[in-house]
């Protein structure tokens, strides 16, 4: 039996929950390079929550208000997804929250690069050519990651109207995905963390 911890006995409203649950669990600290190849002190880990069996829901859950919130709710989109690996298991959230409401919202991934065998497709999962999307991800610095999912998408033909993540680290992502017209939703900045 594992012993109780802050997880375990983590109460309030499901935004609360999953904040508390990414202070515990997300946050490591220690000097770190990140993908953009600046340094900070610490890391968030989205995936130590995106993986996780309470936190996964919340965030299924909680971008999908976000979403609807926003006007982008699923009779407004028809899939999420966004680049390998972050985005993976924040679609998956949300393509099962949508389900878990009786909702149709499918989800994709996006390959850092196209597969030289088979379909030799860029984007997995459901056709997106034609139809309407969102691209997400678990966290971004720069706003690289998703910018380059972005590009692809619309490469296969998609529409792509928003980008959301769980949490923005507040360098610079908001300013470079907006100017790529693209709305950006974020369920969390750093002060919201305590960082």
Do not use: C, W
């Not at 610490?42 to 919340?58: E, F, M, Q």
């Not at 909702?103 to 030799?120: C, N, T």
């Not at 908001?174 to 100017?179: G, P, Y």
């Amino acid at each position: 039996m594992r012993p109780a911890t802050l997880v375990a006995m983590t109460t309030g409203t499901p935004r609360e929950q999953l904040r508390d649950l990414i202070s515990e669990l997300a946050v490591v600290r220690g000097r770190v390079t990140l993908a953009s190849g600046k340094e900070a002190d610490y890391y968030v880990d989205l995936r130590r929550i995106t993986l996780h069996h309470r936190a996964a829901p919340l965030v299924g859950h909680l971008m999908l208000d976000a979403l609807e919130e926003a006007g982008y709710g699923p009779a407004d989109i028809d899939a999420v997804g966004g680049l390998t690996l972050g985005a993976d298991p924040v679609a998956a959230s949300l393509l099962h929250a949508a389900a878990s409401r009786g909702l149709d919202l499918d989800a994709f991934v996006v390959r850092k690069e196209s597969k030289s065998h088979g379909l030799q497709r860029r984007v997995e999962g459901p056709d997106v050519a034609g139809r309407t999307v969102v691209a997400v991800e678990d966290t971004s610095t720069t706003g690289g990651s998703v910018l380059t999912a972005v590009e692809a998408l619309r490469e296969a033909g998609a529409n792509v109207v928003a980008v959301a993540v769980i949490v923005d680290r507040d360098t610079g992502a908001r300013e470079r995905i907006e100017a790529e017209g693209l709305p950006y939703l974020s369920l969390y900045s750093l002060a919201d963390l305590g960082l």
